[in-house]
């Protein structure tokens, strides 16, 4: 479900490309020194947006360096790391422990198990440096799943399941942001969710599975139906996303907010209409 907060590359500068990946590579090597390597093959992108996010509202002092790494022992990376890149790759081994353990127990997926075994050592140090997140991502997990066994046919329980996730992840900490945090977080993802069922839907229902638009009694895809819910929920995450003091890094946050998240949404709708037409 995660993969869909990324930038859209090709509307960056070569200094902002370049600041973008030496985040992620920061998380990344953050996982590596506080769980392992078998670890790092988890990282998502969404998790660079986290710490863009959380870096531009509290400017911490940075770490940056290059290095070769095992992914890339030819040439050297820079990296860049903070206290944001470590609680975002903290995040990052949270979410896909409890995902991997739930996609165990409902699909018995080996590979899920074996990734699961994995990351289970780190968990007992995350579950106590972060009991409001790794509680709200487990009991999240477990809901969405209770969900989509019951066929759930309204949309909003669980989008807004997986909204409630995402807007405990936003809040590092209780303070005065809080507030806008929680409902970026929350419509953020709302939009998630919804944006992965737009764009499963086909294979979901050739393949019989949940989707909360199947659900709901739709029988062919309508994506302008879907791009009125998608619309109004990226707008009232925007809309709380402005209200933050944000100045570094803004240029790449705006990306990937006004442009990045709808990238592979925008594709799969041309390929389905290309496909139509012929």
Same mark, same amino acid.
């Given at each position: 479900m995660f993969g869909f907060v990324n930038a859209s590359? #090709? %509307?960056?500068? %070569? #200094? *902002? +490309? +370049? *600041? &973008?990946?030496?985040? &992620? @590579?920061?998380? @990344? *090597? #953050?996982? *590596? /020194? =506080? /769980? =392992?390597?078998? /670890?790092r093959l988890s990282l998502s992108y969404d998790m660079v947006f986290l710490a863009l996010l959380l870096e531009s509202l509290y400017e911490p002092e940075t770490k940056t360096g290059s290095r070769a790494c095992m992914l890339h022992p030819c040439s050297p990376r820079g990296w860049s790391s903070s206290p944001y890149t470590a609680y975002a790759a903290d995040m990052n081994v949270a979410l896909s422990y409890y995902k991997c353990l739930d996609d165990w127990q409902d699909d018995r997926k080996a590979v899920s198990l074996l990734m699961a075994k994995a990351l289970k050592p780190q968990m007992p140090g995350l579950e106590q440096r972060y009991p409001r997140q790794c509680g709200a991502i487990s009991r999240c997990i477990r809901e969405l799943s209770r969900l989509e066994k019951e066929n759930c046919s309204n949309p909003d329980l669980p989008a807004g399941c997986f909204g409630s996730l995402m807007e405990e992840l936003l809040v590092y900490r209780t303070d005065h942001w809080e507030g806008y945090l929680r409902q970026m977080g929350n419509a953020l993802g709302r939009f998630i969710y919804l944006c992965d069922g737009a764009m499963d839907f086909r294979e979901d229902r050739k393949k019989g599975r949940y989707n909360p638009f199947l659900a709901m009694g739709m029988e062919q895809e309508d994506y302008q139906r879907w791009d009125q819910y998608l619309i109004l929920t990226m707008a009232a995450c925007t809309r709380a996303y402005e209200m933050l003091p944000l100045v570094q890094d803004k240029e790449i946050l705006d990306n990937i907010l006004y442009s990045g998240v709808w990238l592979q949404y925008r594709r799969k709708q041309k390929r389905d209409s290309r496909e139509e037409s012929e």
């Open positions: 590359m #090709d %509307e960056l500068t %070569e #200094d *902002r +490309k +370049k *600041r &973008y990946t030496q985040v &992620y @590579c920061g998380i @990344c *090597r #953050d996982i *590596r /020194a =506080s /769980a =392992s390597q078998t /670890a």
